[in-house]
């Protein structure tokens, strides 16, 4: 299959949710030796056509689940054959990234995650229901540039500021930029929490990011 046509179907595959379909043209792409960066492009495209798609109402959740799940499929696989391939990845930034502790909601945290990865950040998914010590402890460890914190219920939502307080403690808030996010969060919690941004969706959270890490 040439290259063109594969990104074309690889879209078509991560649109259709088909996580089958999108693992295996992953792989096809690398036993062809086509430029796991460039295939990616079809992975991107899909992503964000269908995150604008659920906002707008027009796909359903479980459809949008089987799509973030097709496209992370395929990112994993080209992401190791960018590794295996030593391509000197220069990435936009480190960001590191969990759902706060008590929330189990993870599909929306996820497709950012996807997204991030796709658009050349290098990304630590630290999963759901993630204890404040562990944030504080990885950002030492791994020094990202950015932190992403997500939480859907009202409850968790406090935990943002407990997470920004937890960094300060440890003398680690002035070297990360924290930015958080889900779907009852505004940038009045952004402010009250302490954090340095929102983002509302996939593409707020990579434009947001990026700005981020622009020197002031
Ligand atoms: C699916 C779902 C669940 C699933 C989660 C499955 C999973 N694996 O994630 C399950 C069934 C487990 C669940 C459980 C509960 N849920 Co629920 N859930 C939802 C639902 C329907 C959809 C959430 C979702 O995935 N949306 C799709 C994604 C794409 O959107 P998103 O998460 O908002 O993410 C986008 C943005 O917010 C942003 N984003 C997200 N994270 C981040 C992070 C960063 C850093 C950035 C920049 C951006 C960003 O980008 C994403 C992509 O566009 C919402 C309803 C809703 N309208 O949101 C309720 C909802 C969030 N749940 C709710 C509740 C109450 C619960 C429960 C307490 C129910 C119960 N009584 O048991 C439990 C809590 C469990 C827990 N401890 O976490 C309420 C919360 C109300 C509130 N304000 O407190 C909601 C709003 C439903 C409602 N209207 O009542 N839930």
């Not at 659920?54 to 459809?63: K, P, R, S």
């Not at 300060?168 to 969060?185: P, Q």
């Not at 952004?190 to 981020?212: P, V």
Request: net charge negative.
């Amino acid at each position: 299959m040439e290259k063109d046509e594969l990104i074309r179907n690889l879209y078509t595959a991560v649109e259709f949710g088909d996580v089958e379909e999108s693992s295996s043209l992953a792989e096809r792409s690398v036993d062809s030796g086509y430029d796991p960066l460039e295939v990616m492009g079809g992975v991107t495209g899909a992503l964000k056509d269908v995150g604008e798609r659920f906002g707008l109402g027009a796909l359903f959740l479980t459809e949008l689940m089987f799509c973030g799940e097709a496209g992370k499929a395929a990112m994993s696989i080209l992401t190791e054959e960018i590794k295996r391939q030593k391509k000197e990845i220069i990435y936009k930034g480190r960001v590191v990234i969990g759902t706060v502790a008590g929330d189990l909601h993870d599909i929306g945290k996820s497709l950012v995650v996807a997204m991030l990865t796709a658009n050349g950040f290098e990304v630590f998914d630290l999963g759901i229901d993630v204890p404040d010590e562990t944030f504080v402890e990885k950002v030492r460890e791994l020094k990202p540039d950015i932190l992403g914190l997500s939480a859907l219920i009202t409850p968790t939502m406090f935990k943002f500021k407990d997470v920004v307080d937890a960094l300060k403690e440890a003398g680690l808030r002035d070297g990360v930029k924290v930015i958080i996010g889900g779907a009852s969060v505004n940038p009045r919690w952004a402010e009250e929490s302490g954090a340095d941004a929102f983002g509302t969706d996939t593409i707020d959270a990579i434009e947001r990011i990026s700005g981020l890490l622009e020197p002031v």
